[in-house]
């Protein structure tokens, strides 16, 4: 068929017929795959039901190990002090379970001002971590002065140095300060986190510049584009920092042992760990305080988890 034998449409007629396709009664759908593009994979070791169901049993046994310790602090918690104590009773208790353990933690020490304690010092740091930080990454990634590449080179060293080894120079320094014995010196050393700078540092990087561009052609400075563009962007990466944060504060021993004699100024783990001294080692009451002092930090984890796979799984864009 040539070009001329093609039908034209004319503009009073109606349009020409298409050529007639046979119905085969049967649709067969072809995806097409772009140029480039890699084919798509599963996260398991094969497409093969074996390797699949080989994958889910090592991810299981994997977390059954996981799970293992929880579940003995748990069971002994929940036991007496005899039966915490004897090995052919370790699964069931042969006077069943009491919650003797929790009452006995809860009148030998003081529980609730611990607790308070713990929970005012950790939100504190928290708080001071995350913001020093965010600002710090935010200077890092999106300003120039002098000195900016070994000032972060400084930083990033200052990851690979153990906390143990500043507990001396801090002592001193809140001793020069005349903090000892207060919330600020249990407060304070605990803010200098160089790793948030990083993690912080690198997630602003990959948050657009065209945003800053079109702030600052807005009339926008430096604080307004850091409060007002950067940080809704980064409430899910905020929100893990501050899980982490919050966690470690919670749990740091060593410090606010040292740092403090007060017995009012008491986090959980040191007024824990003075009443286990004082009354020698009960299993079933160290395993009480212990799922008592992991409790906060359970519910804290349920409910911010969503912020954590947010934080890992998107970019910058995903948080607003």
């Known amino acids: 068929m040539t070009s001329t034998d093609l039908p034209v449409r004319d503009a ?25 593009s890699r ?26 190990v996981w799970l293992l310790p929880m579940a003995w602090a748990l069971l002994t918690a ?33 529980l609730p001002l611990w607790m308070l304690n713990s929970l005012l010092i950790s939100a504190a740091v928290t708080v001071i971590t995350v913001l ?7 200077a890092f990634s999106r300003t120039l002065f002098a000195g900016r590449r070994w000032l972060f080179a400084v930083t990033v060293a200052a990851v690979l140095v153990p906390p143990q080894i500043l507990i001396v ?16 010196a249990v407060i304070l050393p605990q803010t200098v986190a160089p790793v948030m700078v990083f993690i912080l ?16 052609i807005d009339g926008a400075g430096h604080w307004r584009i850091f409060w007002s563009v950067l940080l809704p962007l980064s409430r899910p990466m905020l929100a893990a920092v501050s899980i982490f944060v919050f966690i470690g504060a919670w749990n740091n021993f060593l410090w606010p042992f040292i740092s403090t004699s007060d017995p009012a100024l008491m986090t959980l783990p040191v007024g824990i760990t003075s009443v286990k001294d004082a009354y020698g080692i009960q299993y079933a009451q160290s395993m009480a305080s212990a799922v008592l002092a992991a409790l906060p930090l359970v519910v804290v984890f349920m409910f911010f988890q ?15």
Do not use: C, N
Not at 81 to 100: C, K, Y
Not at 171 to 181: E, G, I, K, V, Y
């Open 12 to 36: 009073s007629g109606p349009a020409p017929h298409a050529p007639h396709v046979p119905h085969t009664g049967r649709v067969t759908a072809v995806r097409r795959r772009a140029p480039g």
């Open 39 to 64: 084919p798509r994979t599963h996260l398991t070791l094969g497409d093969g039901r074996t390797t699949r169901v080989l994958a889910l049993a090592a991810l299981a046994v994997m977390g059954l």
């Open 78 to 110: 929940f036991k007496s002090e005899q039966d915490a104590s004897d090995p052919l009773h370790w699964l069931l208790p042969a006077h069943g379970f009491t919650l003797q353990g929790f009452s006995t933690v809860w009148e030998r020490g003081d």
């Open 132 to 138: 020093v930080s965010a600002m710090a990454g935010y």
């Open 169 to 184: 120079p801090w002592f001193q320094q809140m001793l020069s300060l005349r903090l000892l014995d207060t919330y600020a």
């Open 201 to 216: 540092k690198k997630h602003f990087d990959s948050l657009p510049h065209e945003l800053e561009e079109a702030a600052r």
């Open 306 to 320: 969503r912020h954590i796979v947010k934080s890992v799984a998107t970019t910058g864009l995903g948080g607003q």
